[in-house]
T-cell receptor, first 110, second 114 residues
Framework: GEDVEQSLFLSVREGDSSVINCTYT??????LYWYKQEPGAGLQLLTY?????DMKQDQRLTVLLNKKDKHLSLRIADTQTGDSAIYFC??????????FGKGTSLLVTP | DTGVSQDPRHKITKRGQNVTFRCDPI?????LYWYRQTLGQGPEFLTY????????KSRLLSDRFSAERPKGSFSTLEIQRTEQGDSAMYLC????????????FGEGSWLTVV
C-alpha cells in the first residue's frame, strides 16, 4: 500500500492528554486501527473504527475520523507512564491486509 | 485461549542458513497472517491463509520465503539461505474471516542474521 503518515515522536506530561495523528491513503478502507507496541513486544490492538463512524470512545481512548481529509486521530486522556510506547495507525485494504504507518513514539514524563 | 503464539521468540543464525518460525493462531480463527517489521518501521504484510489455503503470497519478499499452513491450524514461515537484510521481527496475526475489526498479533519472532 501507499504511505500511511504519522508524526514520529510525541512527549507529554503524566496526567495530560495525548493526541496522535495519522493520515491514511485508501478511501475505501472499511476499518482503521490503532495498535500499541511496547519495546521488544508484538502489537496490541487498542481500538478500531468503522469507516462510517466519526468518533469512537473506549474508556480513556477517543478515536476521531475525518473521511474527507483521510485523517485519523487517537486521544489518550489522563496519560500515564505506562502508556509510553509506539503507536501505529493502520488501514485495512484488499479485505485482508493492513497497511501500517511508521509509528509514533509516545514518551510520558512524570 | 491465550492468544497468538509464536516460536521461537529469538533466533540468531549465520548467513546462508535456513530458519523456520512457527505460529499458533487463536484457536477459532481461520485466517492467519504473516508480517515483517524492521527497526523503525511499521509491520509490512507478507502473506495470509484462510484455513489451509494461501490466498495471497505475492508480497513475500523473495522466493527464499515460503509459508505453509497444512492443516489449517498452525503455520510455519521458512526463510532459506538467510541474508543479513532478513534481520527483522516476523509477526503472525490471526482473525476470523469477516471480522476484520479484530486482527490479533503475536509477540513476534526476532531474527538476527550474522
Amino acid at each position: 500500500g501507499e504511505d500511511v503518515e504519522q508524526s514520529l515522536f510525541l512527549s507529554v506530561r503524566e496526567g495530560d492528554s495525548s493526541v496522535i495523528n495519522c493520515t491514511y491513503t485508501d478511501s475505501s478502507s472499511t476499518y482503521l486501527y490503532w495498535y500499541k507496541q511496547e519495546p521488544g513486544a508484538g502489537l496490541q490492538l487498542l481500538t478500531y473504527i468503522f469507516s462510517n463512524m466519526d468518533m469512537k470512545q473506549d474508556q480513556r481512548l477517543t478515536v476521531l475520523l475525518n473521511k474527507k481529509d483521510k485523517h485519523l486521530s487517537l486521544r489518550i486522556a489522563d496519560t500515564q507512564t505506562g502508556d509510553s510506547a509506539i503507536y501505529f495507525c493502520a488501514e485495512g485494504y484488499s479485505g485482508y491486509a493492513l497497511n501500517f504507518g511508521k509509528g509514533t513514539s509516545l514518551l510520558v514524563t512524570p | 485461549d491465550t492468544g497468538v503464539s509464536q516460536d521461537p521468540r529469538h533466533k540468531i543464525t549465520k548467513r546462508g542458513q535456513n530458519v523456520t518460525f512457527r505460529c499458533d493462531p487463536i484457536s477459532e480463527h481461520n485466517r492467519l497472517y504473516w508480517y515483517r517489521q524492521t527497526l523503525g518501521q511499521g509491520p509490512e504484510f507478507l502473506t495470509y491463509f484462510q484455513n489451509e489455503a494461501q490466498l495471497e503470497k505475492s508480497r513475500l519478499l523473495s522466493d527464499r520465503f515460503s509459508a505453509e499452513r497444512p492443516k489449517g491450524s498452525f503455520s510455519t514461515l521458512e526463510i532459506q539461505r538467510t541474508e543479513q537484510g532478513d534481520s527483522a521481527m516476523y509477526l503472525c496475526a490471526s482473525s476470523l474471516e469477516g471480522s476484520l475489526n479484530t486482527i490479533y498479533f503475536g509477540e513476534g519472532s526476532w531474527l538476527t542474521v550474522v
